[in-house]
């Protein structure tokens, strides 16, 4: 149950920025989320319906995920590959020296937010 | 009521990372190796731990930093072998953070001093799942299974047997009594971490402890050197 850790620290994140920005209200926070990562989707919401409605600016506010599938380079042969959780192994040469490109992002990309003007 | 998205493209635990890296450049600065002891409840941690320390005390001056939601049974068991050992109640989180491991650091340092310290122990709360997304500015993370829990947890619990930089399966002496396919759990190792090394141990008994801690010295003098 790591994912409330996890979503204290976004709402950290989208408290401070909506209010440097002075909204009014959050509508909607964008994560982008690797399939590596150990998060589990549904307990990644219900973190954050939890803990988002303990704060006027972030109350009712929309979880937007976008998920990243992995994708690796063969340190030995060069090839770049798309892989699964569970097979990394360079499918052309077969060596498991690989540098994982995508697939462990834990990134909050955006913060969707009303301002009074 | 104007309506706009503002950019922000930042990883949710940084903070966790900035003070990791900070860690890590301590623990460089006062040449002491790291080790983040990673495996569910009851798989062996401590018992690893002391049966490495044994093997080991002649070289290095090894600390424990103990990990777990509640109670200090490991910090005891660990001072009664003579080890330096700093308790942390998580009260309830389900794994370690780099700032706790900073306050832990902090009061081993009060204590007997980082620099006089060759190897630190982290034993994190006993967990597969959490304690990977969290960098403790560890030099080295060792995942350690027991042969009791099945030869299926690499395929249940990816993530922590990739992350890992070392394999150890524990409890050898009872492997007669339980149906662990070797087969099977090679296969997922290859599959997900083939370049860590694996040990097959047996803490209370020792089987396997004198190849586990050569290696180990290997990697602690290589990271001095």
């Not at chain 1, 770049?80 to 540098?99: A, K």
């Not at chain 2, 930042?10 to 623990?27: G, K």
């Not at chain 2, 009791?148 to 922590?160: A, F, N, S």
């Amino acid at each position: 149950m790591h994912e409330l850790g996890v979503v204290s620290g976004i709402i950290d994140v989208v408290l401070r920025t909506a209010r440097e920005a002075q909204a009014s209200r959050v509508v909607a926070v964008s994560l982008r989320i690797g399939d590596m990562r150990e998060l589990v989707p549904e307990a990644l919401d219900f973190a954050w319906r939890s803990l988002r409605d303990e704060h006027e600016l972030t109350r009712g506010a929309e979880l937007r995920i976008e998920h990243v599938s992995p994708r690796s380079a063969c340190i030995r042969c060069g090839a770049e590959f798309d892989h699964d959780r569970l097979r990394c192994r360079c499918p052309i040469c077969g060596s498991g020296q690989t540098l994982t490109l995508r697939g462990r992002e834990l990134d909050i990309i955006s913060v969707e937010i009303d301002s009074p003007d | 009521m104007a309506a706009r998205t503002i950019d922000i493209a930042q990883p949710v635990l940084s903070r966790n990372e900035r003070m990791a890296a900070e860690l890590r450049a301590r623990f460089r600065a006062s040449r002491t190796f790291v080790v983040n002891v990673l495996s569910s409840p009851g798989s062996g941690k401590t018992s690893m731990i002391l049966a490495t320390h044994e093997r080991l005390r002649e070289r290095f001056r090894c600390a424990v930093i103990e990990g777990d939601i509640a109670s200090d049974v490991d910090a005891l068991a660990v001072k009664a072998a003579g080890m330096p050992a700093i308790q942390i109640n998580t009260g309830g989180l389900c794994h370690l953070e780099a700032a706790m491991i900073g306050q832990a650091a902090d009061a081993l340092d009060e204590a007997v001093g980082l620099d006089a310290l060759d190897v630190v122990f982290i034993e994190n709360v006993g967990n597969l799942v959490c304690p990977v997304d969290f960098d403790l500015g560890e030099n080295l993370s060792v995942m350690l299974l027991s042969v009791p829990e099945g030869d299926d947890k690499p395929l249940k619990y990816p993530g922590i047997f990739q992350h890992a930089g070392a394999l150890l399966l524990n409890k050898m002496d009872v492997a007669p009594a339980f149906d662990f396919n070797m087969d099977c759990y090679g296969a997922a190792l290859d599959g997900l971490n083939p370049c860590a090394p694996r040990f097959c141990v047996s803490a209370t008994r020792g089987d396997g402890m004198d190849a586990w801690c050569a290696w180990l010295a290997g990697q602690v003098e290589a990271a001095r050197a």
